[in-house]
């Protein structure tokens, strides 16, 4: 696709502020992907509007499926942070804040009353780690304080939503977090391999999103998690087990995910909460 065109046709997927703040590179990349499929020549594309509603849709399916209404309240959140850590308040009333935060997202909405417990679980396993990568991260980082980590644990966070991003760096810097939040599209190999090294790894609903049930993309799956399991001494993977609407899976163990990491020799062990089963998955 000729510049010009993949930025005005990325322009015209964007007009929809729910993908507004999804970066240009992830947009352009899905693009690609359906000219791949249905041999669409650029200039073809433009003004098809079933191409923009076919995209947008993956789009939701990778991003906005998981969000809320609640992104315009996060600023004067952290403000609220920022002011309560300037009068010295008690960690109580910080702590409230961030549960605030933490509604904004589906995700982090479930996790809420499970994330002290599912933290101190995972590292009675793993070891309280020094390091922390964090793939398809959201907004989870902001349960960084219920960690209870020092805050000089370095921690990599990476999404492909420009405006998470700017949040979460601005949340590490209000709370004088030793963390760094970039855009990243984990199905991109060489920018996986490019990652730093850390003691664990996070992927928290991110693997059913990144490879769904089609065959010819479990093997980008197992392409992933063997680039990860030496950039980490533990990956943390996670599925949802119940629907978007709440209805409990079927078969909430991936039993196809359990069979390629016995094919790749990794161990694992399982941790459950409610609506979601967590991997922590180690090399034998």
Not at 120 to 139: A, H, N
Not at 150 to 172: A, C, V
Not at 206 to 235: H, M, Q, R, S
Request: proline letters at 3%; charged letters at 35%; aromatic letters at 10%.
């Amino acid at each position: 696709m000729e510049n010009k065109m993949s930025k005005s046709f990325i322009g015209k997927i964007k007009e929809n502020k729910k993908y507004s703040s999804i970066s240009d590179d992830i947009v352009k990349k899905e693009i690609e992907n359906y000219m791949r499929k249905f041999q669409i020549d650029s200039e073809d594309i433009y003004d098809d509007k079933f191409a923009i509603k076919i995209i947008r849709k993956e789009l939701h399916r990778l991003y906005s499926s998981y969000q809320t209404k609640g992104k315009k309240k996060r600023d004067s959140l952290l403000k609220d942070i920022d002011i309560l850590q300037n009068k010295n308040a008690p960690e109580s009333e910080v702590l409230e804040v961030i549960n605030a935060l933490l509604k904004i997202t589906l995700s982090t909405i479930e996790r809420l009353p499970h994330y002290e417990k599912l933290y101190k679980d995972i590292f009675k396993i793993t070891g309280k780690p020094k390091s922390i990568t964090d793939l398809g991260c959201g907004l989870n980082p902001l349960s960084f304080p219920l960690m209870r980590l020092s805050k000089s644990t370095e921690y990599h966070s990476y999404d492909i939503d420009t405006e998470d991003i700017k949040f979460l760096n601005k949340f590490f810097k209000t709370l004088k977090i030793n963390g760094k939040a970039e855009i990243l599209d984990v199905r991109e190999l060489e920018d996986l391999r490019d990652l730093p090294k850390t003691d664990i790894i996070f992927m928290f609903k991110l693997y059913d999103l990144i490879v769904p049930k089609a065959k010819k993309l479990k093997k980008l799956g197992e392409e992933i998690i063997n680039i990860l399991k030496e950039k980490a001494n533990y990956l943390v993977v996670s599925f949802a087990t119940k629907t978007l609407t709440r209805r409990s899976m079927k078969l909430p163990r991936r039993i196809g995910f359990e069979m390629m990491l016995d094919r790749n020799q990794l161990k694992y062990e399982l941790i459950e909460t409610d609506n979601e089963i967590y991997y922590v998955i180690r090399k034998s």
